[in-house]
Nanobody, 123 residues
Framework: QVQLVESGGGLVQAGGSLRLSCAASGRTFSDYAMGWFRQAPGKEREFVAG????????DYADSVKGRFTISRDNAKNTVYLQMNMLKSEDTAVYYC????????????????WGQGTHVTVSS
């Protein structure tokens, strides 16, 4: 089992920044690729960013490229999502997920999820 706990969400004005954190416990963190997803009211959960086990390979949804940065610190068992130039359409609940070995853009391929953290961007 892997337990994931997100933090760092909140209310921010458009153009502002937030950094989300996802702390993992349980099994060996470096065995898992990590992903950030988000779900807005009435919408399906969508991929935001993913990072490989070692942190050297990252991938982003087109909607956040150039604004968001995913990173991980395996010594701290934590993955981060730095969000800059936030827009109102970034408002959602953000979830981190863990998947053995390789990251994926498909939420149904992740084995473990956190409880989510709310991000609200006011325009």
């Amino acid at each position: 089992q892997v337990q994931l706990v997100e933090s760092g969400g909140g209310l921010v004005q458009a153009g502002g920044s937030l950094r989300l954190s996802c702390a993992a416990s349980g099994r060996t963190f470096s065995d898992y690729a990590m992903g950030w997803f988000r779900q807005a009211p009435g919408k399906e959960r969508e991929f935001v960013a993913g990072v490989s086990r070692g942190g050297s390979i990252t991938d982003y949804a087109d909607s956040v490229k150039g604004r968001f940065t995913i990173s991980r610190d395996n010594a701290k068992n934590t993955v981060y999502l730095q969000m800059n130039m936030l827009k109102s359409e970034d408002t959602a609940v953000y979830y981190c997920g863990a998947r053995m070995f390789y990251a994926s853009k498909r939420s149904d391929e992740y084995n473990y999820w956190g409880q989510g953290t709310h991000v609200t961007v006011s325009s």
